[in-house]
């Protein structure tokens, strides 16, 4: 990830990829660093948490950001303004409600993967104003939210309304801050062509368990629901 967006490597083999990354859970990103003046990839905890927050258990809250309010939010839009951040993935899971009850799983993917367009904020907790012993590393964090946006195509609708907001290359620059973009700009949403490159999978539903981990949770399977009535599956 350092040699693909030319960043200085700041994780240095301390994190080993996951096929399921929950909230809470530590995961690369990419941001601009004014000490270093140049872009470092790094861990950072999936779940902003505010500089004015009294506690980071807000984040498990805040692991989302929407598109259209990212800019006005009390909660977002100073990182919106001055902190934003690229998350590499392989890619996303949704899960689609069955007209018989229950949710079935699947992995939205495509070759080379996806970067998604993300906030960062540090937070530091006030010891001297503490209610209780912090948990270790909760003193000062670094952590992330990804913007979402209006699902596109006809085969993402089906599975969710919403998903995360793909940058293209063309744009990562601009979001770093390394290049002058308007609101508009940086909010324009995924690339029209997006839907067409990506690939949905109907997968197992050990997803769900943050626990479960493996290769296995991204591998296509038979769902229980039947003949699909998503385009293209």
Known sequence: MAALFDAEDLIAGA??????IAPTTPAPIVRRSRSKDERVVE???WGLVPPWASDPAIGTRMFNAR?????TSRAYRRAFASRRALVPADGWYEWRKLPGGG??????TRPGGVVLAGLWETWYMDVSQASKQPRQGDLNLLTFTVLTCPA??????TVHDRMPYVLP???FAAWLGEEDADEGELLAGPAPSLPDDIEIRKVGRAVGRADNEGPELVRPVDAEE???????L
């Open 43 to 45: 861990l950072a905890r």
């Open 169 to 171: 290359p063309e744009r």
């Open 103 to 108: 949710k079935q799983p699947y992995f939205f």
């Open 15 to 20: 994190w080993e990829p996951r096929y399921n």
């Open 226 to 232: 039947g003949p699909s009535t998503i385009p293209g």
């Open 152 to 157: 596109m195509g006809e085969a993402i609708e």
């Open 67 to 71: 598109i259209e309010t990212v800019a």
